[in-house]
C-alpha cells in the first residue's frame, strides 16, 4: 500500500474530510486519517470478491486503494462515509413508490426518512395522488392534493437532518397531465417553501407537440383515469418557463425519451430520478455512483486511453462489488435493486482536463472529445459487466432487457453510466464538478471569523506563472471582476481557454450536455448557466433545445434568480 506521504488532499478536501467523512469516536474526535478511510472503503468493498471464487480479494483491495487514494476514482459520498462502517450504507440515489392513500403516503414517508439518515437522496413521483378538492370516500371528505402532502416530506427532510451527517435532498416529480399541475409548477416560487425539493415536472412527446402547436391536452384524475378538463399546451409549457426564469424550479423530465432508453423495459416503466435528475429509476430502485476524474488521464497534453481503460474497469468492479455489500435500508430497496443491480459511473473534472488539453469549452472539438471519452467509457464499462455476468451471473432482469434482444450472452448490470454532480467528490478529488465548466479562476472565500481567502484555480494559477503575468494583485483584481475576458495582460487563446461558467452561452451547456447524454446509460446532471439578464424567451428556447437534441431533462439556472440551491455539497453544507 502506499504510504501516507503519497496521498496528495489539498486544504479544502482535507476540511471537507474531517468535517463529514473521517470516523469521529462519541466524542467526536477524529479517529480516521484520509488514507484509513480510503483503505477501510477499499477492504469492505474488496470483500465481495469472496463471495465469488474468480479474484484474489487482497489484490482488488490494493487495485481500489491505489484508485482512490490515487484520486482517480471515488464512489459517492454514501460509500465514502459508510463502507465498512455499521450502517455501510452505500448508495446515493433512491426513488420511492408514493401510493394514493395515507397509509401509502406516510409509508413512504418513513423510507424516506431512513434513506436520508444514511446519507441518500431521493425521487418521487406524486403523480398517483389524487388532486386537490377530489372526493375522500372513507371520510366524506375533500383531498388536500400532491403539492400539500410534499411539504410534509419536506418538513422531515428539515428535522431529519438535524442527525444526518448531510442535509437530505428530494426530488419532487409531477405528470404533466395530473390536474394540479399549475399548482405544482409554481409551488416553489416563494421563498422558503420546499427548500428540500428539487422538482420537476414529467412531460411526454404528446404534450411537447401540443405546446409547440399551441393546442390543447387533457388532464386526467389519477384515482379513476378520467378526463378532467383541458388546457392549453402552449400555456402551461409558458408557466413552465416563467416559473423556470424566476426560481430555477422546475426542471423538466422529458419522460418518453427516459423510457425509450430504458434498458430494461420488461421490468417497467420508469416515472422518477433520484434529486438531481442523473439516475432515472424503476419505483424502490437504488443506485451507486462513482466518478473518474478525468484530469488523471491525461499525459503529455493527451488523453491516456489505457489508463482511463484500467481505471473504467477498477471502477466496474468496485461498483458492482458495492452491490453486493450494501447493506439497504428497506427491504423492498433490496429487492429490486437486486433484480437490475444498476450502477452508474461517470466522470468529474471534464472542464479541467479540456484547459489541459488547451480546447475551449464551447467548441466542437470539445463536444467531440466529450463524445469520444464517454463512448469510450461506456464500451468499456460494458464490457467489464458483461464479463463479470458470465462469471457471477446476470442481473435477474436481463432475459428481455435490450442486452439481451441485442446477441450479449450475460450482463451483469442493467446500466452502467450516470453523469453525478459530483458536488462533494469533486473537491475531494479538487477538480471541477462532473462536467461543468470552470466556476472561477480566481475567487475570494470567506472563512470563519471574517477572514478572507483568496483561491485561485491550480491550473490558472501554473499557466499565469508560466506565461509570466501571475501577480497576487492581478489574483485579486482578478477575483474581484469574477472575470479574465477584459484584462489587458491576458492574451486571448488564454482567455478563451479558461472561460468560466457564465461566461459560455447557455446553448453551448445544452450542447455539452447532449453529447454526453448520447453516451451514457442513465442521464447527466448539468446546470445550464444563464445570465441576470436572460429573457423567459431565453429559457423557453433552451428546454425546446434540451428536447430536440434527446437530453432526458433540463434544469437552468439564471444568475441571480431566486434559486433556492438544494446544497448538494457536504462542505457548505
Ligand atoms: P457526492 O459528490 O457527494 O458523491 P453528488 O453531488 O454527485 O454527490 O450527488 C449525487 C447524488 O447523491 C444526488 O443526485 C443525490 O441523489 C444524492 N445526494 C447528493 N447530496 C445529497 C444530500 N445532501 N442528501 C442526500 N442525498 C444527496
Given at each position: 500500500m502506499k504510504s501516507k506521504n503519497d496521498l496528495k488532499i489539498s486544504f479544502n478536501a482535507l476540511k471537507v474530510l474531517q468535517k463529514r467523512y473521517l470516523l469521529k469516536d462519541e466524542d467526536g474526535?477524529?479517529?480516521?486519517?484520509p488514507e484509513k478511510m480510503f483503505k477501510r472503503v477499499s477492504k469492505a468493498v474488496a470483500g465481495a470478491d469472496n463471495l465469488y471464487n474468480d479474484t484474489d480479494a487482497y489484490k482488488t483491495e490494493k487495485k481500489f486503494y491505489r484508485a482512490m487514494s490515487g484520486l482517480e476514482f471515488l464512489p459517492n459520498s454514501p460509500t465514502l462515509m459508510n463502507?465498512?462502517?455499521?450502517?455501510?450504507?452505500?448508495?446515493?440515489c433512491f426513488v420511492i413508490y408514493i401510493e394514493d392513500s395515507i397509509n401509502g403516503i406516510f409509508n413512504a414517508l418513513k423510507h424516506m426518512a431512513l434513506i436520508h439518515k444514511s446519507g441518500g437522496g431521493v425521487g418521487f413521483s406524486f403523480s398517483k395522488i389524487r388532486p386537490k378538492g377530489d372526493v375522500v370516500k372513507s371520510t366524506k371528505g375533500v383531498a388536500s392534493g400532491p403539492t400539500s402532502f410534499m411539504k410534509i416530506f419536506d418538513v422531515a427532510t428539515e428535522v431529519i437532518k438535524q442527525g444526518g451527517r448531510r442535509r437530505g435532498a428530494n426530488m419532487g416529480i409531477l405528470d404533466i397531465r395530473h390536474p394540479d399541475i399549475i399548482e405544482f409548477i409554481t409551488s416553489?416560487?416563494?421563498?422558503?417553501?420546499?427548500?428540500n425539493f428539487n422538482i420537476s415536472t414529467a412531460v411526454d412527446d404528446e404534450f411537447m407537440n401540443a405546446a409547440v402547436n399551441n393546442e390543447e391536452y387533457d388532464l386526467i384524475n389519477p384515482r379513476n383515469v378520467k378526463h378532467v378538463k383541458k388546457l392549453n399546451a402552449g400555456k402551461v409549457f409558458d408557466t413552465i418557463v416563467n416559473t423556470a426564469w424566476k426560481c430555477g424550479d422546475p426542471g423538466i423530465i422529458f419522460i418518453d425519451e427516459i423510457n425509450r432508453k430504458n434498458t430494461i423495459p420488461n421490468a417497467g416503466i420508469i416515472e422518477a430520478s433520484n434529486p438531481c435528475a442523473e439516475q432515472p429509476l424503476l419505483n424502490y430502485e437504488s443506485c451507486n455512483l462513482g466518478s473518474i476524474n478525468l484530469t488523471k488521464m491525461v499525459k503529455s497534453g493527451k488523453i491516456d486511453f489505457n489508463k482511463l481503460k484500467s481505471v473504467v474497469e477498477t471502477a466496474v468492479h468496485f461498483l458492482d462489488n458495492v452491490i453486493d455489500i450494501n447493506n439497504f435500508p428497506i427491504s423492498k430497496v433490496e429487492t429490486e435493486t437486486l433484480k437490475n443491480r444498476k450502477i452508474g459511473l461517470g466522470i468529474m473534472g471534464f472542464a479541467e482536463m479540456l484547459i489541459m488539453l488547451e480546447i475551449p469549452y464551447d467548441s466542437q472539438d470539445a463536444l467531440d472529445t466529450a463524445e469520444k471519452i464517454m463512448k469510450f467509457v461506456t464500451y468499456h464499462a460494458r464490457k467489464v459487466s458483461a464479463e463479470l455476468g458470465r462469471l457471477r451471473g446476470s442481473f435477474p432482469n436481463f432475459k428481455g432487457s435490450i442486452y439481451d434482444k441485442n446477441?450479449?450472452?450475460?450482463?451483469?448490470?442493467a446500466t452502467v453510466t450516470t453523469i453525478a454532480p459530483t458536488g462533494t467528490i469533486s473537491i475531494i478529488a479538487d477538480t471541477t464538478s462532473g462536467i461543468e465548466p470552470l466556476f472561477a479562476v480566481s475567487f475570494i472565500r470567506d472563512v470563519m471569523e471574517g477572514e478572507k481567502l483568496l483561491e485561485v484555480n491550480k491550473l490558472f494559477e501554473s499557466t499565469a506563472k508560466k506565461e509570466g503575468f501571475y501577480s497576487k494583485e492581478l489574483m485579486t483584481e482578478i477575483a474581484k471582476k469574477g472575470?479574465?475576458?477584459?484584462?489587458?495582460?491576458?492574451?486571448g487563446s488564454i482567455k478563451r481557454i479558461f472561460q468560466t461558467a457564465h461566461e459560455i452561452s447557455p446553448k453551448w451547456h445544452v450542447k455539452m450536455q447532449a453529447a454526453f447524454q448520447k453516451h451514457v446509460d442513465n442521464a447527466v446532471s448539468k446546470t445550464v448557466n444563464l445570465p441576470n439578464n436572460a429573457s423567459p424567451e431565453d429559457v423557453k428556447e433552451i428546454m425546446l433545445m434540451a428536447y430536440k437534441l434527446k437530453c432526458k431533462g433540463i434544469t437552468v439556472y439564471r444568475y441571480g434568480s431566486k434559486k433556492q440551491v438544494l446544497y448538494l455539497n457536504s462542505y457548505q453544507g
Open positions: 474526535n477524529i479517529i480516521e486519517t463502507a465498512g462502517t455499521p450502517i455501510n450504507q452505500l448508495s446515493a416553489k416560487e416563494h421563498e422558503g417553501v420546499l427548500t446477441g450479449f450472452q450475460a450482463m451483469r448490470n472575470s479574465i475576458q477584459n484584462i489587458d495582460e491576458i492574451s
